[in-house]
């Protein structure tokens, strides 16, 4: 690890920056009253969390590589976010089913991914 980057929090005191930098860590500090400069990550890292590394025995930094890899391509990939319609960062929005009767006839596949913990769900040709 080369960076931390923390918010001004009077809870951490110059110990705890001359700690980090006698480590070879650079300590990089947010912005004065940004307080949501870090939200974007704090919800990644929440989200990975509670869906990922709370249910999995991690073995080797190898396992957990692969694991946060994983999770990466689900959450950019498949997952829905908040935003236009639900749309993913990285495909774009389906199309609309107009019919009364599609929902009956529609053919879900569900891929695992990393052992049943996330799963993918595609619609079938």
């Not at 890292?45 to 025995?57: A, F, G, N, Y």
Request: hydrophobic share 35%; net charge positive.
């Amino acid at each position: 690890m080369k960076y931390l980057i923390r918010d001004r929090d009077g809870k951490y005191p110059a110990l705890f920056d001359n700690t980090l930098a006698d480590t070879g860590i650079e300590v990089m500090l947010t912005g004065v009253r940004m307080p949501r400069m870090n939200s974007i990550m704090e919800r990644w890292i929440q989200s990975c969390r509670h869906e990922v590394l709370d249910r999995t025995l991690i073995w080797n930094q190898a396992h957990l590589l692969h694991a946060l890899r994983e999770y990466e391509h689900h959450h950019n990939q498949h997952r829905p976010h908040r935003g236009i319609a639900n749309a993913r960062p990285l495909r774009a929005l389906p199309d609309p089913t107009t019919e009364p009767t599609a929902p009956a006839r529609l053919r879900i596949h569900r891929h695992d991914r990393l052992g049943g913990i996330l799963h993918k769900y595609d619609k079938a040709a």
